[in-house]
């Protein structure tokens, strides 16, 4: 679930701690709260076209190291 300040994942939560535009992608400072462990995460939020439906991509940001499958996120009905 994406809020104005938080992506709730799963298992965790992600807080914003800044926010910034590269390209047409938001790069995004997430504080991640969950299964007991935190730690800052940098994501790039990137909306496509998947057969027809726009879908949010959470990727890897900018120098991560932090491994992501990109995974499509779509909108609820």
Do not use: W, Y
């Not at 995004?28 to 879908?55: H, K, P, Y």
């Not at 120098?63 to 996120?73: A, K, T």
């Amino acid at each position: 679930m994406i809020g104005g300040r938080q992506i709730t994942f799963a298992k965790s939560v992600g807080n914003a701690a800044g926010v910034s535009i590269e390209g047409g992608d938001v790069i995004a400072d997430l504080v991640m709260d969950g299964e007991g462990q935190a730690d800052l995460r940098i994501v790039r939020l990137q909306i496509t076209s998947i057969n027809g439906r726009e879908a949010l991509l959470v990727l890897p940001g900018p120098d991560s190291e932090i491994m992501l499958r990109p995974m499509p996120h779509f909108r609820c009905p």
